[in-house]
């Protein structure tokens, strides 16, 4: 795998910018390969593991980034919890780890940066250096990935009998005898304007 430097070089270019977030989400995922045993993970181990992720900030371009896991090769998992972790599974292994951004470090930053005043940029140069103990928390975790999550082919594909929208990886809804989408069985969040 890449250095530190060169993946967070990587990533703010994808970003579009550099952040403390980008910073984290780097080192988050570089932490979370190494912890399951991939260090080829846009080469020959690209397949062989997923994340799930549970924040739609900062962190979560620089995991995709390093990881060259996305939504569309159904490799990475959005969950909308809104914290700041994501969970590692070696899909070969079963090994899986969790790994979340602690709160404190922002307060820890100035104890590694405490020349520079501007808060902001004392944690995105802090964030770089200091010990991953203070930045995250480990834990090992079992993650059982449904066979309709992985990556590869869809499973199945059946057509709604409402709206006629054809929906994959059995996300359908029976309801009242009727195979429906989720839209037609649970409400829509968009309205149709005709």
Request: aromatic share 6%; with cysteine; proline share 4%.
């Amino acid at each position: 795998m890449e250095h530190f430097e060169q993946l967070l070089e990587k990533s703010t270019a994808i970003h579009g910018h550099i952040c403390a977030g980008q910073v984290i989400g780097v080192r988050l995922a570089m932490i979370g390969l190494r912890e399951i045993g991939i260090d080829d993970p846009r080469g020959s181990q690209r397949k062989d593991f997923y994340v799930l992720v549970e924040i739609d900030r900062c962190a979560t371009d620089a995991i995709q980034s390093v990881t060259g896991c996305s939504l569309g090769k159904r490799s990475l998992k959005w969950l909308d919890y809104g914290i700041m972790a994501a969970t590692f599974v070696n899909l070969k292994t079963d090994r899986a780890v969790r790994i979340t951004a602690l709160e404190e470090s922002r307060e820890l930053a100035r104890n590694y940066c405490p020349e520079i005043e501007d808060r902001y940029q004392q944690q995105l140069q802090a964030y770089r250096i200091m010990p991953e103990e203070e930045l995250f928390r480990m834990q090992r975790v079992q993650v059982e990935v449904p066979r309709q999550d992985l990556p590869g082919r869809p499973l199945r594909r059946v057509q709604c009998q409402s709206c006629q929208d054809w929906v994959q990886d059995c996300r359908e809804v029976e309801q009242d005898g009727r195979t429906l989408c989720r839209p037609c069985a649970t409400g829509r969040y968009y309205t149709i304007m005709e």
